[in-house]
């Protein structure tokens, strides 16, 4: 097998996710044959860093021994069993877990098996538990301008980023987006709360929840705003009776800093979805984590209406949730949130060197992740494709959404390796002027 085989059969059969495939008549697809590490290495022994974390989702790096070996273990003794009626120790351990490390107040997890799922978990278990108690008007939901929430139908009604919205826009439920805030001040922050009171005032009555991504939006360009605007809009939540949604499917097992975002804000949410890291980037799995208050209004005697009969398939398979149990086993065996302190402090540090560059317009950091923003570009130049692909040929994964470059790493990134991630990305930016 070689890299050139591999590409051809792929494209024989095989379509992307998120890819115009006409572009790979002239963008090399990468085929690769293993991982280690941070390491990703192709069919010809060409490695790349993979600063992106695999969209998002590798916590301690590729086929990481621990979790290699507690998959292993699962395999041979339960892979998968149905869910309702069933249970299995994994599971039971995951939740107890969760249950304890999620803020206090959240007491019940539903699984599912990837973020968009368990965003949908999320909007219908709001929608219905205002329904179970007798508010059924309540049936609206608000996110935030420039959210991203997912693909699905109702994921992706509840997101607002154009380029993957617009097309689908007659097939999408009617949302409500306020403002987030436009930039990280505590004023902006003021700001964009006093909006989303102004909503509540005027449509408390049909509002079911709001869901945001906590301080950072993720595929909305790497936007970060201050912990103070969670607080506010808990406060507003609580006032006018509107669930919290937080989407920590990106934030989530400490990307801000704190094992979750809405730590840092010192809330708790209504609902809290998680994913992406849950199993430390190994297999699909996400779960929704809720209060015992939300549960109540599910529970009474059998009644088709009143009980949760949302179900997937895979819904909190045993092997992905040995993979998550033994995630949270090196957060905790590793000290990894403050081990991470010194990763970001050294990242910040290498940061600021950006700044000088006249094609940049604003760097930007909250915990581990990093962010340089392009000016002077339009869209159709590709700008970001152009760094990718410079970055690639000297072996970095960075992908950038448009004009804005982000570091991402898995958190056992060494110094020297940040340094090669950052000065690679560093001449790529500084290559287009
Ligand atoms: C904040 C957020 N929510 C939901 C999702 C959807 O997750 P998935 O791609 O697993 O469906 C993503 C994916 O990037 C995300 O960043």
């Known amino acids: 097998m070689n890299n050139l085989e591999l590409k051809t059969r792929d494209l024989d059969v095989l379509w992307h996710p998120c890819t115009q495939m006409k572009d790979h008549e002239t963008l090399p697809l990468i085929p690769i044959k293993k991982a280690h590490g941070i390491y990703l290495e192709d069919f010809e022994g060409n490695s790349y860093i993979d600063a992106i974390s ?119 439920l009617k949302t409500l987006q ?76 400490g990307r801000t800093g704190k094992l979750f975002a809405c730590e840092v804000a010192n809330i708790t949410p209504d609902f809290i979805v998680l994913s992406k890291g849950l199993t430390g980037g190994y297999l699909p799995l996400s779960v929704v984590v809720t209060s015992n208050e939300i549960y109540a209004k599910f529970y009474c005697d059998y009644n088709e209406h009143k009980a949760f009969l949302h179900s997937h398939s895979y819904t909190g398979n045993a092997l992905a949730c040995a993979a998550a149990n033994a995630t949270l086993d090196i957060f905790e065996n590793e000290n990894t949130i403050k081990n991470n302190e010194k990763i970001a402090a050294y990242m910040a540090e290498k940061l600021k060197t950006f700044e000088s560059l006249p094609n940049v317009s604003t760097i930007r950091q909250t915990g581990m992740i990093c962010v340089v923003e392009l000016k002077g570009y339009k869209s159709e130049e590709r700008i970001g494709l152009k760094i990718y692909q410079y970055c690639l040929g000297k072996g970095v994964l960075i992908r950038p959404l448009g004009h804005v470059v982000y570091f991402m790493p898995p958190y056992i990134i060494t110094n020297k390796e940040i340094d090669i991630m950052m000065d690679t990305t560093y001449t790529a930016i500084k290559s287009l002027l």
């Open 54 to 172: 695999s969209w998002w989702v590798n916590m301690f790096g590729h086929t990481n021994t621990y979790i290699n070996s507690k998959i292993k273990e699962q395999l041979d003794t339960l892979e998968h069993v149905i869910l309702a009626g069933f249970t299995h120790e994994p599971v039971v351990r995951l939740s107890e877990r969760l249950v304890k490390l999620t803020p206090p107040g959240l007491d019940k997890c539903f699984y599912s098996d990837n973020g968009s799922s368990a965003v949908e978990v999320a909007l219908k278990m709001s929608y219905h538990a205002h329904l179970n108690d007798g508010k059924k008007d309540k049936n609206v939901f608000v996110s935030l301008k420039n959210s991203y929430h997912g693909e699905t139908i109702g994921a992706l009604s509840v997101g607002d980023v154009e380029l993957y919205k617009d097309t689908y826009a007659p097939l999408l």
């Open 178 to 253: 306020t403002a987030v805030p436009y930039d990280m001040s505590i004023e902006a922050a003021k700001e964009a709360a006093k909006e989303f009171e102004f909503l509540c005032q005027k449509k408390a009555d049909t509002l079911s929840a709001i869901i945001l991504e906590p301080l950072i939006q993720g595929a909305g360009y790497m936007h970060m705003y201050h912990p103070e605007f969670l607080v506010l809009i808990r406060q507003i939540c609580t006032k006018y009776n509107v669930h919290l949604i937080a989407d920590e499917v990106m934030v989530g097992f």
